[in-house]
C-alpha cells in the first residue's frame, strides 16, 4: 500500500501531522487532521481524516478511525476505516473492522467481525434471490 513510503528520501511531509515516538505514552482522544505515525503506546481514541500508520513496536488500545490505516504493531479496540485496512505480517487485530478494502500479510493476527462498507452481507443477497425468484 502506497499511504506511506518508507524511504525517507522519497516521503512527503507536507500531510505528516504527528509522530508519536516509540518512548511516548498517550492517554485519552487523540484527533488529527494529517497522517499520524504511531510508535509508541496509544491508549483511548485515535481519529484522523487522513492515515494512520501503527509501527511494529506500537501498543494502541483505542478505537482507531482514519482514511487508511497500516498495522505493524497491536491494536486492541475498534477500527473504523473509509479506505484501506493493511495487517502486515507482525499486527495483531484484537477488534472489529469496518473498512471499504482489507489486506491482510501472512502472520498477521486478526480476531474480530470484518464488515466491508460497500458489499451487501450474503443473508441479503439470499433474501434478495429468493425474491426475485418467486416473482419469476
Known amino acids: 500500500m502506497a499511504m506511506f513510503h518508507h524511504d525517507e528520501e522519497n516521503q512527503t511531509n507536507k500531510d505528516l501531522e504527528s509522530i508519536i515516538g516509540a518512548s511516548v505514552k498517550v492517554e485519552g482522544t487523540f484527533v488529527g487532521a494529517g497522517d499520524i505515525v504511531v510508535e509508541g503506546h496509544v491508549a483511548g481514541t485515535l481519529k484522523t481524516s487522513k492515515n494512520i500508520r501503527i509501527g511494529t513496536q506500537a501498543v494502541v488500545k483505542a ?8 498495522v505493524g504493531g497491536e491494536i486492541r479496540g475498534q477500527i473504523k476505516c473509509s479506505g484501506q485496512v493493511e495487517l502486515l505480517p507482525t499486527a495483531k487485530i484484537f477488534g472489529n473492522v469496518d473498512t471499504k478494502t482489507i489486506a491482510v500479510a501472512h502472520g498477521a493476527v ?6 466491508m462498507a460497500g458489499h451487501e452481507p450474503m443473508a441479503e443477497l439470499n433474501a434478495k434471490d429468493k425474491d426475485l425468484k418467486n416473482r419469476g
Open 110 to 115: 486478526l480476531h474480530g467481525k470484518v464488515t
Open 63 to 70: 478505537d482507531v478511525e482514519a482514511a487508511n490505516l497500516s
